[in-house]
């Protein structure tokens, strides 16, 4: 949609790392590995970690010779209901440039020896952004670098294991035209925010500079950053056709900013059911409490974030965070609340 005009935000939270954040899983539980299933993938540059730290600019680069090589999340999840996912965004990438093809399995066995779910086959992933199909068969061609979003119905079956397999688009036993790059991986559920009020805010704040004056009157600027760094293969959020971080003019500098009040949002939406549920209703649940502020950790968690839960155009997404840390929430009329967003944005 761009030109900044709102429609239904979207928020996609990351499962992987809040996971990593709270404990619930180690990086022993994600694995990355040749297609041999016994040999280690080799890097020439980051390491496992850089893919799940939620920094698209702090990337992990594969050898190219590594040729078809697979990321496996054990969710520890062994309900299928809280071990749903229904998003996959892989940001900082260079598949075009390196020929790579991706696609996704879920298994409820570690071995994937259990008729796993093949989602270019079996749930017809949606094209978000820069995710076509190369064919009908099992795998999703990114025609640009950059970053890549595909949804897909919410699987309810097969959840405990996730696995994504990436391959040379010239076959799983060719090597990468180039070495492959991948700034982080991003999967889970997102959720729909309620109608958003006419008068939002957005802002674009040219922080991290302090001026200093010199004895004589003079002023000097001194910016710790001037926006978010490059990325892998091209500027943030943008889609290349080239692996360069050349095109420094084209760079977008400053932290972007929303504030969204949401009004008369009924209860059934804002919270639980019952405040003190178990981890199923917090992890399964369809309320703005349970699925985007005690994902968020407060301030902790970045998120993928739209101002049109729609939108197919790159200039509307971004990472973010919660400005204030806090949920605040005011109740209007009998079973109904309002609430605000403030975001800010995170690199």
């Known amino acids: 949609m761009t030109y900044n005009r709102i429609a239904t935000p979207r928020a996609y939270m990351d499962r992987l790392s809040f996971d990593l954040a709270t404990g619930r899983r180690a990086m022993s539980d994600y694995t990355i590995i040749r297609n041999d299933g016994s040999t280690a993938v080799t890097y020439t540059a980051g390491q496992l970690e850089d893919l799940f730290d939620m920094r698209p600019s702090n990337y992990a680069t594969f050898e190219l010779e590594n040729q078809q090589f697979y990321i496996t999340i054990n969710t520890g999840m062994t309900s299928n209901t809280v ?17 790579a093809v991706f696609n ?29 199909e190369n064919d009908p068969t099992s795998s999703i061609d990114p025609a640009s670098n950059g970053w890549t979003l595909i949804t897909w119905p919410t699987t309810s079956t097969k959840n405990q294991y996730l696995r994504i397999y990436i391959a040379p688009d010239t076959g799983s036993a060719t090597n990468f035209a180039t070495d492959v790059k991948i700034g982080s991986i991003m999967t889970g559920e ?27 009157g003079g002023t000097f600027a001194n910016t710790s950053s001037l926006g978010s760094p490059p990325w892998g293969a091209g500027n943030p959020w943008a889609l290349e056709s080239e692996d360069t971080q050349v095109y420094k003019s084209a760079r977008h500098y400053g932290r972007r900013k929303w504030n969204m009040n949401m009004s008369y949002v009924a209860d059934t939406d804002m919270f639980l059911s019952n405040m003190h549920a178990g981890h199923g209703a917090m992890i399964d649940g369809s309320d703005l409490y349970s699925q985007f502020f005690a994902k968020t950790l407060g301030a902790h968690q970045p998120f993928l974030f739209t101002i049109d839960k729609d939108s197919t155009d790159e200039g509307d997404y971004g990472l973010y965070r919660l400005a204030n840390g806090s949920m605040k929430s005011t109740q209007t009329a009998n079973r109904f609340w309002n609430t605000k967003l403030n975001l800010v944005e995170h690199w």
């Open 104 to 132: 996704v399995w879920h298994s409820d066995s570690a071995a994937f020896d259990d008729s796993p779910i093949n989602l270019a086959l079996d749930s017809e992933p949606t094209d978000v952004i820069n995710a076509e």
């Open 83 to 99: 071990a749903e996912t229904n998003f996959l965004a892989i940001l900082g990438h260079n598949f075009h440039s390196s020929n």
């Open 190 to 216: 997102y959720i729909n925010f309620p109608g958003v009020d006419l008068n939002v805010g957005f802002d674009i704040d040219y922080d991290g500079t302090d001026i200093v004056t010199s004895a004589g």
